[in-house]
């Protein structure tokens, strides 16, 4: 359901840093962001794209942000909501078409096509 973005990271930024989410911590969700994140690395490493950097996000479908928020990071994670996700995928990187469909290849064998 809609609503005001309640979110909040508590401690300072580093593997420590807690995600509160409408008052709920998000701990289980950021474990398994942590578990896919590795299982993403170890993918590329083992095809020898280790070169390759791996990011993950948690977008808050149906928040609201108030204007002056931004996007931030727990553990290394980006907390964001889908209009700034989109804006940050959308943004140039430093592979061409090639290369991400290759990524998208190596990635495919490991953990089946993309949904």
């Known amino acids: 359901q809609p609503g005001e973005l309640d979110a909040v990271a508590l401690g300072r930024?580093?593997?420590?840093?807690?995600?509160?989410?409408a008052g709920e911590s998000a701990a289980?969700?950021?474990s398994s962001l942590d578990a896919k994140v590795l299982a993403v690395r170890r993918?590329?490493?083992a095809a020898g794209a280790d070169e390759v950097?791996?990011?993950?996000?948690l977008c808050l479908v149906g928040a609201?942000?108030?204007p002056e928020q931004a996007p931030f990071e727990v553990r290394s994670h980006l907390i964001?909501?889908?209009t700034a996700l989109r804006d940050s995928l959308l943004e140039s990187g430093?592979?061409?078409?090639?290369?991400?469909n290759a990524l998208i290849r190596l990635l495919a064998?490991?953990?089946?096509?993309?949904c």
């Open 94 to 100: 430093p592979y061409d078409a090639d290369d991400r």
């Open 43 to 45: 993918a590329l490493d």
């Open 28 to 30: 289980p969700v950021l």
């Open 64 to 66: 609201q942000p108030r």
């Open 53 to 57: 950097d791996v990011r993950s996000a």
């Open 80 to 82: 964001t909501w889908p």
């Open 13 to 21: 930024p580093g593997p420590r840093q807690r995600l509160v989410l």
């Open 109 to 114: 064998r490991s953990f089946g096509p993309p």
